[in-house]
């Protein structure tokens, strides 16, 4: 019966070359703080035995996500709403158990410490931050030639400065503000810049300002009556810096490919942070970590 096929021709088309999506947080950034976590749980998808910071970040954007909601009256309150004390507190517990269902738990004092700069942020930012939110959680991405870059920026604020349809970018974060010269401040002055453009490529319009939010700066007693000075961090929007950061990204999405291709995860070259180090099933065979002391166990706060 073969014969009956044997004049039949068929074009080959050669397989398309997919191209990955490269998160600025989950991929870049995470790389770039250390490579050798990135590999193992990124990549290799190990499941990692402590998930505090993982806890900790999340509960902190998600419940905000809900209080913003919440103002827009998409929770069964008014809109215009300003979210209570005790409104946190239900978000809070909400997205909690969601992370427990996922095996993602923090410590008492973790905990404790979440709910408390969440409440301080509402009640000190919601009065004047809420009414000015036009979107949260904003999907942005740009094709960049042999990847796709993309992230997701967490609220956009209409400026309260600028004359017209100014558009600014905020990110939280659940940090102290780095010095200058610590390489998180890099990386987070980076990032901003970046999503600058990724919104300029959406819109076709660049942000008229980007702005981080550390929300740790509001810890402390007895609570702060007025915005901490060290919580804001402004990032320069020059059109060379952006294309600096994006350039810096794209180096690191070549030594990614290349450690995929090698199969093979350094070391990091700076050590991360401390609490980074503490809390990594890796640091028993980091030569980063063991620099600094760190390949014994550690109480996270």
Known sequence: MWQNFQSLALAFNPPAQSRRRYSVTADILAYQQCSLQYGAFAVRRYEPALVVQLFYGTIIHQVLDRAHAHYRGELGVPAGTFPTDTDIDNYFTQVENALIARRIRAVQSVRDQAKNILKRFNSLEGPTLYPRIIDTECRLQADQGQYILHGNVDVLVASNVDAGN???????????????????????????????????????????????????????????TTRPVNSLLAVNLDPAAVQQALQSFGQTVQQIEGCRATRTWPDPVVAPPEKTCSACDLRWNCAAAANLGRTYPMLYP
Not at 191 to 196: G, L
């Open 166 to 224: 100014g558009v600014e970018i905020w990110d939280y974060k659940g940090a102290n503000r780095p010095s200058v010269g610590d390489p998180d401040y890099q990386r987070y002055v980076f990032q901003m810049q970046v999503y600058a453009d990724l919104y300029r490529q959406k819109t076709g319009a660049a942000p008229s300002k980007a702005v981080l939010y550390f929300l740790n700066e509001l810890t402390g007693d007895p609570p702060p």
